[in-house]
């Protein structure tokens, strides 16, 4: 059984920054395409940023590009979403989903392997 698991989520203050993770005991995450997804009350689960398991696009949703960043430290077994200027607006559960067919994939009926999420708070 795959568990993926997402940490560092916390309150942070309008304009602040956090740094997620997401890490796997039963899988190598190098080889897995990765996606980082919320949900905010009342909205539909959205795609924040993802990434193949080898070479090809990172996709960045329009609402964060140049704000966050996704990146891989194998040697951990570990994705990180870095986030900064972050808005109330972006408060949510963020999750982190892994598929093992590798490429890039920007829905999410395209990944089956979740965490539980880790929840952000911005303050205003």
């Known amino acids: 059984q795959v568990h993926v698991v997402e940490s560092g989520g916390g309150l942070v203050q309008a304009g602040g920054s956090l740094r997620l993770s997401c890490t796997a005991s039963t899988i190598t995450l190098e080889y897995y395409a990765i996606g980082w997804f919320r949900q905010a009350q009342g909205k539909e689960r959205e795609v924040v940023a993802c990434?193949?398991?080898?070479?090809?696009?990172?996709y960045y949703a329009s609402a964060i590009k140049d704000r966050f960043t996704i990146e891989r430290d194998n040697d951990k077994n570990t994705v990180y979403l870095q986030m900064h200027s972050l808005n109330p607006e972006e408060s949510a559960p963020y999750y982190c989903?892994?598929?093992?067919?590798?490429?890039?994939?920007?829905?999410?009926?395209?990944?089956?392997?979740w965490g539980q999420g880790t929840q952000v708070t911005v303050s205003s």
């Open positions: 989903a892994a598929n093992e067919y590798g490429h890039t994939a920007y829905s999410a009926e395209d990944y089956n392997h």
């Open positions: 990434m193949p398991s080898a070479v090809g696009q990172t």
